[in-house]
């Protein structure tokens, strides 16, 4: 009989069928388990399990009338990622606890973890958005950065060099209808990323990501990820190992893990760690040897199997996520061939749909679509990113403001 995963994810893109075209490599059953599964188009031909990810006891009630029998689960995205480790527990099988995911979702209980463990973090405090921004301001550093809790990808982070630019961050968090943020202190430095997956409590490194754009703010968009890194020895070291101490700090003990970290003078610091891989079509930055996708071996790992000699395929690797450059409607682009035709380039994928309202940090939390690039070594991977988005001319109409009557 084959080996059953159930996988919780949001979306019905690129990443999850991966994970069916790995099944079917492997000859493994994988059931989905959704929050929109009124649109899916059941890729394995078995009938997505519908659950709501913020209702962690009515969705394992429902994953049990269902009556599934899973060698393992795995998760694609935050939210999923919390029901997919109280479901784990249920189902008796291995995934990183409830409570830990539960603390790699909440900004707040994270750092307070990492700092309890002696890891590098800033001064930290919460706050809630029914405050007086004035009062917070003056109980801040600067410079500061704001963080909604319970936010991902960048969403809502808003960089602060004084008491009139907080408030100002504040209230548009605020008005972006989040509860509760975080002050932290600004940290500077080279941002990475570290891409991986934990077994027994023992994190093995698959990518060290570099991110070549200064992320120094106001808002932080991720832009360029590139493998391997190329920092010097100690550097990845510095990094690999307060990435290790962060997935301890907060209890991950089996499946993905998902780091971002910053590296300055003062040496390694942890900004987040998540209990998934890294997002949707990014992952196809991560292949390994033999051209196994990320997916199947996280796949594999769920079920059991030794991943342990799992390592990247030869040369350097990288996607650029295309930033927004205004908000209004996407209309269309010029030169995707031109941009596909860069050497080094595989592939060009615009997401952006005609009509569709673009929404630019902090307030958005999307893209116009991937740049993926391979090469002889990371730095022309980077060069080749950089050359295909400037080929791109991305045509975006302004949105007009409904003028009333007496105006």
């Known amino acids: 009989m084959p080996k059953h995963l159930l996988l919780f994810a949001a979306t019905t893109g690129y990443q999850i069928r991966v994970f069916a075209d790995a099944a079917r490599r492997i000859g493994a059953k994988v059931t989905l388990a959704t929050d929109r599964c009124h649109i899916l188009d059941d890729p394995w031909g078995d009938d997505a399990v519908p659950v709501k990810f913020d209702r962690v006891g009515e969705s394992l009630a429902v994953l049990r009338e269902c009556g599934l029998k899973v060698d393992g689960v795995t998760a694609v995205g935050d939210r999923p990622a919390v029901l997919a480790a109280a479901a784990a527990e249920m189902f008796g099988v291995p995934f990183h606890p409830h409570a830990a995911a539960l603390a790699c979702h909440d900004k707040h ?14 001064e930290f405090f919460p706050a809630g958005v029914d405050e007086d921004p004035a009062e917070v301001a003056a109980r801040a550093m600067y410079p500061c950065v704001l963080k909604p809790l319970g936010q991902s990808a960048s969403r809502g982070v808003i960089r602060a060099n004084d008491a009139t630019e907080f408030a100002a961050a504040f209230r548009r968090i605020a008005r972006m209808g989040q509860k509760e943020l975080q002050v932290e202190a600004y940290i500077p430095g080279r941002e990475f990323a570290i891409e991986g997956v934990v077994t027994r409590g023992e994190l093995q490194v698959i990518a060290i990501f570099d991110k070549p754009d200064p992320l120094e703010g106001p808002y932080f968009e991720e832009t360029i990820y590139v493998t391997p890194s190329r920092e010097p020895a100690e550097v ?27 590296y300055n003078d003062a040496g390694a610091w942890i900004l987040e760690v998540h209990a998934r891989p890294i997002g949707g079509l990014c992952a196809r930055a991560v292949r390994l040897a033999d051209a196994i996708p990320l997916e199947e071996m996280i796949l594999v790992h769920a079920l059991g199997g030794n991943v342990r000699m799992a390592e990247l395929d030869a040369g350097a690797s990288g996607v650029m996520m295309i930033p927004i450059p205004k908000g209004g409607i996407y209309q269309s682009v010029d030169g995707v061939e031109r941009a596909r035709s860069v050497p080094g380039i595989e592939d060009v994928v615009i997401t952006a749909a005609e009509g569709q309202n673009l929404v630019p940090l902090p307030e958005g939390s999307s893209y116009l679509g991937f740049i993926f690039a391979r090469g002889e070594t990371p730095e022309k991977v980077e060069a080749a990113l950089r050359r295909s988005h400037a080929e791109l001319e991305f045509h975006i109409a302004t949105v007009l403001e409904t003028l009333s009557p007496s105006s």
Do not use: D, I, K, N
Not at 109 to 122: E, K, Q
Not at 253 to 262: I, K, N, T, W
């Open 109 to 122: 209980l994270a750092r307070s973890l990492f700092r309890a463990a002696g890891l590098r973090v800033p």
């Open 236 to 262: 990845r070291a510095a990094l690999v190992e307060t990435a290790a101490r962060a997935v301890r700090a907060v209890g991950l003990s089996h499946g993905p893990v998902h780091a971002e970290l910053r």
